[in-house]
Nanobody
Framework: QLQLVESGGGLVQPGGSLRLSCAASGFNLDNYVIGWFRQAPGKEREGVSCISSRDGSTYYVDSVKGRFTISRDNAKNAVNLQMNSLKPEDTAVYYC??????????????????????WGQGTLVTVSS
């Protein structure tokens, strides 16, 4: 059974940092393109950051560029999202997802997908003073 489990969410003050982790079981993340998505209350889900399986190329939505960093931890079969300089508008449930690279011609395309092969259950990030 293919499974993704997110961790690392929580409450943080504006300007603070959090590190989210997405751990896989039942499959090897090396062979998949991975994305972090978020959904805030009353808003549509958006792709935040994605990382390729082929060459490690990355994509970030404009609102998080320079603040978030996506990376692979192959030893742990996981993908991390380091979030710095957090803002109240970053408050959302964050989900990771995995999909076959053959379905996405670019890493940005993964961040626009609606039906990846595997979704995690989500972790809540709240940025508030």
């Amino acid at each position: 059974q293919l499974q993704l489990v997110e961790s690392g969410g929580g409450l943080v003050q504006p300007g603070g940092s959090l590190r989210l982790s997405c751990a896989a079981s039942g499959f090897n993340l090396d062979n998949y393109v991975i994305g972090w998505f978020r959904q805030a209350p009353g808003k549509e889900r958006e792709g935040v950051s994605c990382i390729s399986s082929r060459d490690g190329s990355t994509y970030y939505v404009d609102s998080v560029k320079g603040r978030f960093t996506i990376s692979r931890d192959n030893a742990k079969n996981a993908v991390n999202l380091q979030m710095n300089s957090l803002k109240p508008e970053d408050t959302a449930v964050y989900y990771c997802a995995a999909d076959r690279p053959a379905w996405h011609s670019t890493v940005q395309a993964m961040c626009n997908t609606q039906y990846p092969e595997v979704w995690g259950q989500g972790t809540l990030v709240t940025v508030s003073s």
